[in-house]
């Protein structure tokens, strides 16, 4: 089992950068391959991002790709968001989340992930 807590996020303008994080407690952090979700007022839970155990294959929707990178610290049981050139749709609560070992890694769906974050809350203001 694993505990997640993301942190980093916060108001920001447009074109502006934010990097989230999110530590994980338990056993065998590198086991899990993670993800990053996020949900805007009355709107669905989407994919943003996933990385799997090593570090060594990233995936990101394609609303993202070209600004946002996903990165892991084994050694720290950290990941991380890099958003940059943010938009003011990218506002919504930012969740991290984890496959278990038993999951093939980068996986875009929810019910895909096992662990899941409190979430954290970016604004981006226009």
């Known amino acids: 089992q694993v505990q997640l807590v993301e942190s980093g996020g916060g108001l920001v303008q447009a074109g502006g950068s934010l990097r989230l994080s999110c530590a994980a407690s338990?056993?065998?952090?590198?086991?899990?391959?993670m993800g990053w979700f996020r949900q805007a007022p009355g709107k669905e839970r989407e994919f943003v991002a996933a990385?799997?155990?090593?570090?060594?294959?990233?995936y990101l929707a394609n609303s993202v790709k070209g600004r946002f990178t996903i990165s892991r610290d084994n050694a720290k049981s950290t990941v991380y968001l890099q958003m940059n050139s943010l938009k003011p749709e990218d506002t919504a609560d930012y969740y991290c989340?984890?496959?278990?070992?038993?999951?093939?890694?980068?996986?875009?769906?929810?019910?895909?992930?096992?662990?899941w974050g409190q979430g954290t809350q970016v604004t981006v203001s226009s």
């Open positions: 990385i799997n155990w090593s570090g060594s294959s990233t």
């Open positions: 338990g056993r065998s952090f590198s086991t899990y391959a």
């Open positions: 989340a984890a496959q278990g070992p038993w999951r093939v890694p980068g996986g875009t769906k929810k019910d895909e992930y096992d662990y």
